[in-house]
């Protein structure tokens, strides 16, 4: 199966900050990548698919980048309701797989 | 609007079968570019693919829990169910079943609100 790793695992940050956060492959996976966000006691809930593209109703200041084995989110102002824990997907080969999350708090 | 809704026993014996049912209202399980899938999350843990079904019948596991899964769907009642057998302490978690889109093909997801199972004697 694929191994997706996500970098930090967990940071702490401010409001009107800008995060980003890292995944990566262990093989090449094109764009065929998701990025999922969980608040606690929560379903996760889609935010960007194909790597890039942003999920319909989405805020803008979310944006995904990166093909291959590298691809990042990035919360372009970090608001309230953004703490939360962040999931990469990738669904290129079956098994689905996704990282190990990285947990968004609240400096 | 879709709506996932999981059902089943909260509790499990070590060395038994989990059942859980997904009841899909509003919709159809019969999409093409969707996972109709379970998802589980340990205690303060992350995310793993338990296994979907596709709008044509197939079912795909993983491979990690092939051994111990199934999962098969009733269209007459808009369900589709997962079973784990030879349960154990590692397979106590909150149990989500979800209609996913392909990461590629633009879709909303939806998700049922989770289930905690928990396998004790």
């Known amino acids: 199966a694929i191994q997706m790793t996500q970098s930090p695992s967990s940071l702490s940050a401010s409001v009107g900050d800008r995060v980003t956060i890292t995944c990566r492959a262990s093989?090449?996976?094109?764009?065929?990548l998701g990025w999922y966000q969980q608040k606690p006691g929560k379903a996760p809930k889609l935010l960007i698919y194909a790597a890039s593209s942003l999920q319909s109703g989405v805020p803008s200041r979310f944006s995904g980048s990166g093909s291959g084995t590298d691809f990042t989110l990035t919360i372009s102002s970090l608001q309230p309701e953004d703490f939360a824990t962040y999931y990469c997907?990738?669904?290129?080969?079956?098994?689905?797989?996704f990282g190990p999350g990285t947990k968004v708090d609240i400096k | 609007q879709l709506q996932l809704q999981e059902s089943g026993p909260g509790l499990v014996k070590p060395s038994e079968t989990l059942s859980l049912t997904c009841t899909v209202s509003?919709?159809?399980?019969?999409?093409?570019?969707?996972?109709w899938g379970w998802i589980r999350q340990p205690p303060g843990k992350g995310l793993e693919w338990i296994g979907s079904i596709y709008y044509s019948g197939s079912t795909y596991y993983n491979p990690s829990l092939k051994s111990r899964v199934t999962i098969s769907v009733d269209t007459s009642k808009n369900q589709f169910s997962l079973k784990l057998s030879s349960v154990t302490a590692a397979d106590t978690a909150v149990y989500y079943c979800?209609?996913?889109?392909?990461?590629?093909?633009?879709?909303?997801?939806?998700w049922g609100q989770g289930t905690l199972v928990t396998v004790s004697s």
């Open positions: 997907l990738q669904d290129y080969n079956y098994p689905p797989t």
């Open positions: 509003g919709g159809s399980i019969s999409s093409s570019s969707y996972y």
């Open positions: 979800a209609r996913l889109p392909m990461t590629t093909v633009p879709g909303d997801d939806y």
């Open positions: 093989q090449g996976i094109r764009n065929d």
